[in-house]
């Protein structure tokens, strides 16, 4: 075993560690090797986690964090290396042996069955009954138990979870691991779809559970969190171990160094101007969404990035998809370039020349079982014919090929399939697949959520370089920083009302959080 | 990709590093059963390897694979199409009533029982697309609807069908290849390429893999998914026509059961019934294995009942072993 390096540990701040440095460690995995088809995703990689600890894993996108995981939680088994419980070596075959180690895991791609209830999909597999009739009362009850035990309020147990936002579905899938009583906690990326204040609640709930000794693996790209309430850090890059950390003491910067192997400059690219935005190229009109969007008028301008961010079902995101027609009960009017349009579905949307990115990556994002080449290209095959019916495979490629290296999509080839891709890999695989359909408004709805530091920057110049070019774009996000750092127009939503907006420079991220949470002036 | 090149060493593995790797390993597989199963029947059968039987074989193989083509479409937009088996009597009672009755010549004739077949398929696509029917539910119907249609038009008797192109099409071959195996073999090799190649077929696994994805991107859902059940119901006719020509004879019952066959000729493929995932390379490995086993019970005196019941046990194995090696992985 290679020993970990504190290289940034403050000594003075050691000494207040509540918890023993030299107690066995209650995790140790050794030497894993994971090989995929054409590429090696963990190459001897060790990980030390104590009892009682947030012991955070970072990575860029396809580093290997959830490969690791998976191997610890059964999913996958090791082509080398051990893994020792207490001490004691394991061998994981199945997730079921997993949990019956106390390793309970939420996985970066929800498991949630979207048509079961909350609490169905809770009990799912252990439901409580005569072996025939599942006891729904119970089932009910500790549902409902769990959750006051969680300090979850407003969720309701027998409602479907494909109904819930996806941060309310995060919430449950972490219910449901914590109901099976881990000993360790794996969270790939809970955090990915939760604004600050569902974040807060998160870790007030970890807090607890390291409290009463539980070791939890966590799993971020947010730097700020993981300095906050992490104890100690593995960083992996390219699936090598680079070192484990102790989190007193050490800056985001470092840790972003770390992470990525360089220093990153900017991280945010401003216009160095307002960006002209004389031509309305989006004009909206007393929008209003059934139970959801309450009277947004609103103009779009030709280059024009508007960031549009709010709490949690605040309207934001059914504004959005209200746009791109995959949104019941709009009413109000919609004009494209001085003309009133009626946008009733996703082709619709498309052929006046808006696109849309939705959250939910894996529901409305991706066809699993197609390459990623293909995934890309959906949108866009139109553009690449021959003979009226033929795709152009030269073309295609050629095209898919640009798109991969722009966004830096980390895969063995454009050829497999993209559920084998790493999250954000998946992640910036949509991003493609919109950015190569050449449309005047791109409408993009959490688009860096599971993107790594470096990539993000990446991604934000990209759109400023197309904003540059004329495209409008319009950022729907719950990340305040994300939202100052790339708008030239800020819209706050509150209770279903755009109640604000911002010029670019005219606010800070103090002033915009009390914006959001319903602050009038 | 970074990956890669870092990686110090790398070991040969045992899995094709191709992209594709499983698929390809699979259709092998697939082919490995078809050659086994071609040599254990000739081995332990005197008459399997005559060249009649063989040809017989291939004729059979005809039928059900031109059902399997437009089964394995409809299959993978997510659908199913039990109405094939009804559309063979209806299309073909057409045909052999233009010709017997109304002297209508062959190729007009053909045409009419082949549009009636995509009229079929049309009804289908509506049915589950527009009217939101289930497919299972929809294309019950109309086999039960499409059957009573064709018996009407039949007068429940059986009408001759002895014009000279389709005793040509029965008997006739193209160097060792009978003219039905001849035809099958073009509409796999243009399906192939269709599924492939085109926009449609990229479509076609885009809607059966993830709808809701292929929405918002801008697929257009509906006419994909109602096109697939065109297509079935006009290669349904195509069998239809066929079949007419190898028994000579259009009566009640005629294809009843087929779709049956077909069904099971995709799953023998390894496509998976929700969709998205399936070649029709694959069905047509289906199809010889299904034939194969039929031909070698019938070879073998086993009594049709037996047959069916085997033939079932069959596609519940295959199944069964898809799942096996889905876990495995
Ligand atoms: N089932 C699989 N088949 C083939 N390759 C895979 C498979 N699962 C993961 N990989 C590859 O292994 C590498 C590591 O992926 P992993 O999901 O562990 O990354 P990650 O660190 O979790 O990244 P992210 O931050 O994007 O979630 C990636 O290059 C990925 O493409
Ligand atoms: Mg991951």
Redesign the interface.
Known sequence: MRPSEPVFMNPDLTAMRIHDDYAPPILEMRGIVK?F?????L?GVDLSVRRGEIHALIGQN?AGKSTLMKILSGVYTPDEGDIRVEGLPVSIHYPREALRLGIGTVYQDLSLVPQLSVADNIYLGREPGNGFVIDQTAIRRSTQALFRRLEVRDIDGDERVGRLPLAQQQLVEIAKVLSHEPRILILDEPTAPLADEETAHLFRILRGLREQGIAIIFISHRFKEILQQCDRATILR??RLVTTIDMQGVSEDELVELTIGERLETFFHHAEQMRANADVVLEVSHLSVRRAVRDVSFTVGRGEIVGITGLLGAGQNELARAL?G?QDGVRGTIKRRGLVVRIR???Q???LGIG?L?EHRK?????????VK?NIS??S??AF?RLT???H?GRERWAVRESMQQLNV????S???VSTLSGGNQQKVILG?WLLRDLDVLIFISPTQGIDVGAKAEIYAHLSELANQGKSIIVVSEDLLEILGISDRIFVMYNRRLTRIFQRGEVDEETLLSAVQGATL | ????A???E??P?L???????WTALSTLSTVVVVIALFLFFGLTSERFFLPQNLLNILKQMSIVGILGIGMTVVILVGGIDLSVGSVVLLSSAVTALLLDSYDVAPVPAIGAGLVIGALVGLVNGVLVEVAGISPVIATLGTLIAVRGLGQILIENTYIWVTDPLFVDIASDTIAFLPIMAVIMLVLYVVFAIVLK????G??V??IG??P?????????LLRVKILAYVLSGLLAAVAGMLTAATVGVVGPNAGAGMEFNAIAAVVLGGARLSG??GRVEKTLLGTAIFTMVLNYLTLSGVTAIWQQTVTGFLVLGAVLLERFVQRGK
């Open positions: 090989r088809p054409g590429l090696v995703a190459d396809g390219n699936g791109f995959i579905s996703p082709r949307a498309v052929r849309l939705t529901l409305e994002g991706l066809v699993p079982d197609m390459s293909e959906l949108p095959l139109a014919r019916m033929f795709i495979n980390k895969a063995a080839s050829k497999v399939k697949k | 990709m970074a990956n890669m870092e990686a110090p790398r070991r593995s899995i094709p590093a191709r992209a594709d790797g190649q085109t926009v449609f990229r479509y696994y885009a893999g993830n809701i994805a292929a929405r918002l991107s801008g697929v257009p998205g995932v």
